[in-house]
Structure formats: structure tokens, C-alpha cells
Nanobody, 127 residues
């Protein structure tokens, strides 16, 4: 198993930036595909970004492409989400997720493919 703990959320004005971190413990971090998902009040959870085991491949939702960057440091067992040019519609609880499964690239965005989840961190963007 792997345990995930997110940090870095907070309140920021529109146009600002935040960097989320997700620290993992347990089994070998580099054996997991990692993803970031988010859930706004009254809405379903949605995909934001994902990264392959090596960090070579990344995948983004259209809504965040060009503004968010996902990276990972396997030595530190941590995945990051750099969020720039934040908009009020980015307000949500952001969750880190991990899966040991072998996935097709197109499956990275499906939350049911991820087995382990963090507790979430709140991101609020004011207009």
C-alpha cells in the first residue's frame, strides 16, 4: 500500500499561483502512476493532471492545459502540481491519487483506475 498526504493549498487571487505537493510513503513510489483530481462544491470529481512512473509522460485536462504542470521526484517520493494563472473556477478540493496498474495513456484521466487517494487540500481562488 501507499499513503498519500497533500499540502500547499490555500487562498489566492485570480491570476496567482500555488504549488501543491503530495508526499507518499509505503511501497516504491516509482512503481505508481500519479494523478491529481479536483472536486468543486456541488460537482463531481474531475481529472486535472497525471504523470507516468518515470515522469517522462504527462497528461492534462483541457481546462488546465498550459496553466498547470505536474512533476514528480521519485527520490523524494513526492508529486507536485504547479498551478499558474489561477481562475475562480479552479476553486476545489484537490486530491492526489496513485495506481500501480498498467494503463493506456487514455486511461490516466479515469478516477476509477486509481486505488489510493489522499485526504485532499483546499484551493480557493478569489476574483
Amino acid at each position: 500500500q501507499v499513503q498519500l498526504v497533500e499540502s500547499g493549498g490555500g487562498l489566492v487571487q485570480a491570476g496567482g499561483s500555488l504549488r501543491l505537493s503530495c508526499a507518499a510513503s509505503g511501497r516504491t513510489f516509482s512503481s505508481y502512476i500519479m494523478g491529481w483530481f479536483r472536486q468543486a462544491p456541488g460537482k463531481e470529481r474531475e481529472f486535472a493532471a497525471a504523470i507516468s512512473r518515470s515522469g517522462e509522460n504527462t497528461y492534462y485536462a483541457d481546462s488546465v492545459k498550459g496553466r498547470f504542470t505536474i512533476t514528480r521526484d521519485n527520490a523524494k517520493k513526492t508529486v507536485y502540481l504547479q498551478m499558474n494563472s489561477l481562475k475562480p473556477e479552479d476553486t476545489a478540493v484537490y486530491y492526489c491519487a496513485a495506481t500501480p496498474r498498467w494503463l493506456y495513456y487514455s486511461d490516466y484521466a479515469s478516477d476509477y483506475n486509481y486505488e489510493y487517494w489522499g485526504q485532499g487540500t483546499q484551493v480557493s481562488v478569489s476574483s
